[in-house]
């Protein structure tokens, strides 16, 4: 499990990051919010502790970057205990709030539990960056927003994103997805692949033509 300890306190940033090796994580460290983005452009991390008020970006805006990227737990730490700025941060989507002064055991013990609840939830979802799919709700979010799909849609991206880098013929979606008992053209796979890209912003490219051949999830 790696984790990354975001603080322009450089005390805090190492007695975070002891307690977390002596609990058997490996730590990074990001003196800021801007340093902390660019970290998470590059590795995945299973956890962000996250300080709330920091010079350059705060931990509220440094939030929400990182939710486009990465849809990692985030706890958040701060001097900050008006309800108003913990109702804000929960808006934002993070997993806990911790006050400082806090102690470093109880601040791994939420680490624990938002891990552990983070694992439950992989299993629930799928996703390549800010796209993400919940498997149980059926719901497909792209860098935070809620995105509208019909059912085959989203079990074509479903398909797609199990077998991501795979190319895939037509006749094995249509197999696959509408089922191997389907009779009808192939090209209906390919009006699917339209509206599912146009669906998905972004990450539309994603979405390659395999010429000659069908589609692949390219990560």
Not at 35 to 58: F, G, N, Q, R, S
Request: with cysteine; proline share 2%; aromatic share 8%.
């Amino acid at each position: 499990m790696k984790i990354l300890i975001v603080d322009d306190e450089a005390n805090i940033r190492e007695v975070v990051r002891e307690y977390c090796e002596l609990s058997g994580y490996d730590a990074d460290e990001a003196q800021d919010g801007v340093e902390a983005i660019e970290k998470v452009k590059t590795t995945h991390y299973d956890c962000v502790i996250l300080d709330v008020m920091m010079p350059t970006l705060d931990g509220f805006s440094a939030c929400k970057e990182i939710k486009k990227i990465q849809d990692v737990p985030i706890i958040m730490l701060s001097a900050r205990c008006e309800e108003y700025d913990k109702l804000y941060a929960f808006d934002l989507g993070i997993d806990d709030y911790v006050i400082k002064p806090f102690s470093p055991k109880e601040l791994m013990a939420r680490v624990k539990v938002v891990l552990e609840r983070g694992s439950h939830r992989e299993k629930n979802t799928l996703s390549y960056e800010g796209l993400v799919v919940d498997l149980l709700g059926r719901t497909v979010s792209v860098d935070g927003d809620r995105v509208t799909l019909t059912p085959k849609e989203i079990d074509l991206l479903i398909y797609l994103m199990n077998n991501k880098n795979i190319a895939l013929s037509r006749q094995q979606l249509l197999e696959e997805v509408w089922n191997y008992d389907y009779f009808g053209d192939d090209r209906t796979v390919d009006t699917h692949i339209k509206m599912l890209r146009h669906n998905i912003g972004a990450y539309r490219d994603h979405i390659v033509t395999v010429r000659g051949m069908g589609y692949k999830f390219e990560a």
